[in-house]
């Protein structure tokens, strides 16, 4: 049976490997985003892929929006298997320093964004008996590093949420996948707000440094939804770290902190 999934901010980044990754098991896929531009040419390319590729106008700040999707492929392809709630942002400051619009501007997105895929989608699930949920959150909801705690914030109630629906929801059929990556290649900070000087470019080369491709996450996210599993954890080593959190709390806590000096202190270097 030829999927049908559906993957907010799908123009660019994760969404685009995403949506790429069905496409080349020829799955109809349809990318919701905010630019037009780019959705149109990611569309092409799910296209090219083997993908029957479907782009619409989506902000996930308006459930009116998602709600639209849902009947717009409802009526389209007759429900949908998938639902990547994926669109997010990202931020960074001191406690003292970072403005409560930055704070509600990421919440509305990576929190509320995700709540409102979830509601919008939930009922045609439960009509359908079957579908999944995919949830990008991140290792930073889980690491929690300093001068990160709006979007350490935001990813954390990510995971809680999704945590929940993966109870609430499995009785009706209806599987959620949580993905926690660490940095990896992809344009993140291009809508970074943040108030400490070259925290931008900090991020950037890490995200440059990486080894983890976009496309490796996407691979892992299909993996994953294929055998059911909740926790999506691409990176080896934030993952190691994951685990002595879990077992060894006292332990994860030093190695936090002599990690955290380190990031600080580049921090303040580069400022």
Partial sequence: ???RIFITGGASGLGRALALRYAREGARVCIGDINPELGGQVEAEIRAAG??????DCDVRRISDLEKVR?????RWGGVDIVVNNAGVAS???IEESTLSDWEWILDINVL????GCKAFTPLFKQQGAGTFVNVASMAGLMLAPMMSSYNVSKAGVIALSETL?????DYGIHTSCVCPAFFQTNLASTMRSDIAGMQQNVNKLMKRSTVTAEQVAADIFRAVQA????VLPHAKERRLWLIKRHAPWAFDWLMH???KRWLAKIAKTA
């Fill in 113 to 116: 964004g995700v709540v409102r």
């Fill in 228 to 231: 059911g599993d909740f926790w």
């Fill in 166 to 170: 993966h109870q609430e929801l499995r």
């Fill in 92 to 94: 960074a400051g001191a």
């Fill in 71 to 75: 009947d717009e492929l409802k009526a």
């Fill in 51 to 56: 993908g029957d590729g479907y782009y619409v």
């Fill in 258 to 260: 002599q990690e955290s």
């Fill in 1 to 3: 049976m030829t999927q």
